[in-house]
Each structure stands twice: as structure tokens, then as C-alpha cells.
T-cell receptor, first 113, second 115 residues
Framework: EAQVTQNPRYLITVTGKKLTVTCSQNMNHEYMSWYRQDPGLGLRQIYYSMNVEVTDKGDVPEGYKVSRKEKRNFPLILESPSPNQTSLYFC????????????FGSGTRLTVV | AQKVTQAQTEISVVEKEDVTLDCVYETRDTTYYLFWYKQPPSGELVFLIRRNSFDEQNEISGRYSWNFQKSTSSFNFTITASQVVDSAVYFCALSEWSNTGKLIFGQGTTLQVKP
């Protein structure tokens, strides 16, 4: 089944404890990106990747890191999480930017206390 | 500047009623793509449709239909004979060819279908 797999689905962590949210797609998609969803602010792009080893900042990159060492994986790294990073996170992939539909993962609900 | 506006924050209907969700967009690009996504209570984002700026043909898929009008920069979504399972938040989104592939989302419309 074609899908984007995110893990974990739920995570509660403490301020400052490094964490990684994994994202993997099995559709051989070139383009991947991360979004966060917050009440009143909607969905905003954090980082994106056009292809392997090519990543760039989205609208809200502060406090996040990403890497794209393989086409299928695009992990989101929070080196020192803070409470303002409590959010619902989505990973998305597409065959290429813009012109194709984006497939989203099931989401990761992160709480930083 | 690019922007997507979904003016209806919440809509409540009774089952079997038809309902239209409005979406108005702003872009300077001539090549762009419009999307609708559904977010059910379980939280995932489900892709419904993609339309490119050169294709103004309306589309119907079962009880769902979409009306794209470039003249009014609108991409409205109609559910015919609504069902309780249609209850969800619906997002309209825009992606510009000249941009980075970023999806610009509207604020979403919460649809509640009552039995």
C-alpha cells in the first residue's frame, strides 16, 4: 500500500530532551516536507526537500532540523524541544513539487512539558 | 501574495442536505494547483482532489463535486446528500509552480452533519 509512515503517533516529552520524528514513504517520491498544525495558526511548512541531500527552510524552521540521506526517509529533529513546539506534525510527500497530489502521514501529536 | 480564504469557519447541516464549502484564493502565478483535503476527527489529512490552473472543468466524484472558476478565483466544494461520516474539517490549499512546492492552506471549515 502506498503510504507515508510517521512515528511516533503520540509523544510527550520534557523540555530540552532531543527527539526525532521519523517519516518514510514507499512511493519513490522526490519531494517531501514537514508541516505543523496549530489552533488559530493553521498548517505551516517547517522544512522541505526537493530530492536527496537537498533541503531548505519553510515558513517556521526555527528549532527544527531535517536530513534527507535517502529518498524514502525525511526525519524531523528537535534538538532542544520547548513548549511552543507542542503541536500536531505532518509529513507529506509528492512525486514532484506543486504539480502532483501530496500524500500526508497520519500525524504526530507532540506535547513538550 | 498568495493566500487562501475559507470564510466559513463552521457549518452545521442535517443529514441528506446539500452543503457547499467556499474557497477563494489569491496568487500572481499563472500556473498553480488547488487542492481539497479532509481532516476527520482521527486527525489525518486525506487528499480529495487536485486541480491545475489550466483546467477549469468541474469535477464530480460520487457525492462530491468541485466548481473551479478562475474569473472569481474560487474553488468551491459541494457535498450532495451529506452523511454523518462527512463530518470533518475541510481544507482548501494552493501550490504555486514558481514556489517551493509549499502548500498554502486556508484556515479550514468544520462541517458537522447531524443525523
Amino acid at each position: 500500500e502506498a503510504q507515508v509512515t510517521q512515528n511516533p503517533r503520540y509523544l510527550i516529552t520534557v523540555t530540552g530532551k532531543k527527539l526525532t520524528v521519523t517519516c518514510s514513504q514507499n512511493m519513490n517520491h522526490e519531494y517531501m516536507s514537514w508541516y505543523r498544525q496549530d489552533p488559530g495558526l493553521g498548517l505551516r511548512q517547517i522544512y522541505y526537500s526537493m530530492n536527496v541531500e537537498v533541503t531548505d527552510k519553510g515558513d517556521v524552521p526555527e528549532g527544527y532540523k531535517v536530513s534527507r540521506k535517502e529518498k524514502r526517509n525525511f526525519p524531523l529533529i528537535l534538538e532542544s524541544p520547548s513548549p511552543n513546539q507542542t503541536s500536531l506534525y505532518f509529513c507529506a510527500s509528492s512525486l514532484s513539487r506543486s504539480s502532483y497530489g501530496y500524500t500526508f502521514g497520519s500525524g504526530t501529536r507532540l506535547t513538550v512539558v | 501574495a498568495q493566500k487562501v480564504t475559507q470564510a466559513q469557519t463552521e457549518i452545521s447541516v442535517v443529514e441528506k442536505e446539500d452543503v457547499t464549502l467556499d474557497c477563494v484564493y489569491e496568487t500572481r502565478d499563472t500556473t498553480y494547483y488547488l487542492f481539497w483535503y479532509k481532516q476527520p476527527p482521527s486527525g489525518e489529512l486525506v487528499f480529495l482532489i487536485r486541480r491545475n490552473s489550466f483546467d477549469e472543468q468541474n469535477e464530480i466524484s460520487g457525492r462530491y463535486s468541485w466548481n473551479f472558476q478562475k474569473s472569481t478565483s474560487s474553488f468551491n466544494f459541494t457535498i450532495t446528500a451529506s452523511q454523518v461520516v462527512d463530518s470533518a474539517v475541510y481544507f482548501c490549499a494552493l501550490s504555486e509552480w514558481s514556489n517551493t512546492g509549499k502548500l498554502i492552506f486556508g484556515q479550514g471549515t468544520t462541517l458537522q452533519v447531524k443525523p
